[in-house]
């Protein structure tokens, strides 16, 4: 039943303009008995304030969930060394990002006007913190880097791409950007505990969303699909795993996001294990702890990551992902399989990659 929903037509034109009362009308009468049961769920968005990219997901993730009647809270945790924005491999454009001069208030603030504006009401929480990361080199374990060289092959200098000198990003510095973001959401993780504290209860389920996450439809979650499980998108995905957004159950949250980085050097089984790349480390530490995986389709969770700006209007689209998606949209497969249709505008915008700012 997520498909039915997801299939209702965006609000991204129009969402500061119905009340919520509407939207609950407009679900119901559109989803009949598939409205979801109301639950509640914490979105992390980590990564670089640089690279941050917001509209979209309050206009596509935020608003609707809220209103069908999740509790939803957004928690951000942002490198904010703007000056040194921390890529190897392609060097992207992040010098006048919309957040790149924000604040924890001003963020704050930015948030909670457009849910006033949308009429969420109090089923919408805002969490922000802005800090250099709490570390910036990470030991490597014996003699044998986990990760592999990324070998690049081909170039796109339409798009603005530069190749590294050498044409490989190095095995030593993809671990260190692999550790450093992935212990990100080991601290985020903390945080949302001493929110549970705080607030005296438990989320249902985790979120995680990347700074550049662009969301170009309606992504609605419910416990029935979600629950009990690590889902993540089908395209570009790695031993079932993609690890650009993620959501799973908050049991295994803990675990998850927990042993990412601490069972590198404190469990011994996984200690040694070359996982060659964020994806494969994610599954390596799912399967370890007896966590279900799944996918979605391009229908159920319609995301594309950015690569910075395209000029001052639009952000420029991950060309090769956004090709991914198309290459899904046009499998009969998709359609026939998992019942999932793409919308024309879809391919269009894909097609262009490029996004507006807005």
Known sequence: YLLII???????????????AYQLSYYNNNTSKYLPK???IAFLITGQLARLELTSKIRNIFIPNARIGHQVDIIIFLDNQVDQIKQTFWKFDYSNTPFIHYDEGELTSFLYDRFEDA??????????????????????VGTVIPV???IIHKTNDKMGEVMPEGGIEKAADRFQNNMRWLSGLRDCMKW???????????????????????????????YEWYGNKLTSARTASFRGVNDHNFVVDRKYADELFRGLTEDYYFNKSLAHDHWGNP?????????????????????????VPLRGLYDSNHWLMHTSYAKKLIQECNDPLTKKLYDCKCDDRWIHMLNTSVAVID
Not at 7 to 20: A, M
Not at 279 to 303: D, F, G, K, M, V
Request: proline share 4%.
């Open 6 to 20: 997801n299939q209702v037509n965006s609000i991204d034109d129009n969402y500061d303009t119905k009340s919520k």
């Open 38 to 40: 109301p639950i509640r």
């Open 119 to 140: 009429q969420t009401g109090k089923s919408t929480k805002v969490y922000v913190r802005l800090d250099s990361p709490s570390q910036d080199k990470y030991q490597i």
């Open 148 to 150: 592999a060289d990324k």
């Open 192 to 222: 949302v505990q001493k929110i549970e504290y705080e607030q005296q209860m438990f989320y249902d389920l985790v979120v995680r969303l990347r700074d550049d996450s662009y969301v170009f439809d309606n992504w609605i979650l419910n």
């Open 279 to 303: 994806e494969h480390r994610i599954y390596l530490i799912a399967n370890a702890y007896n966590i279900p995986i799944q996918n979605n389709t391009i229908c159920q969770q319609p995301i």
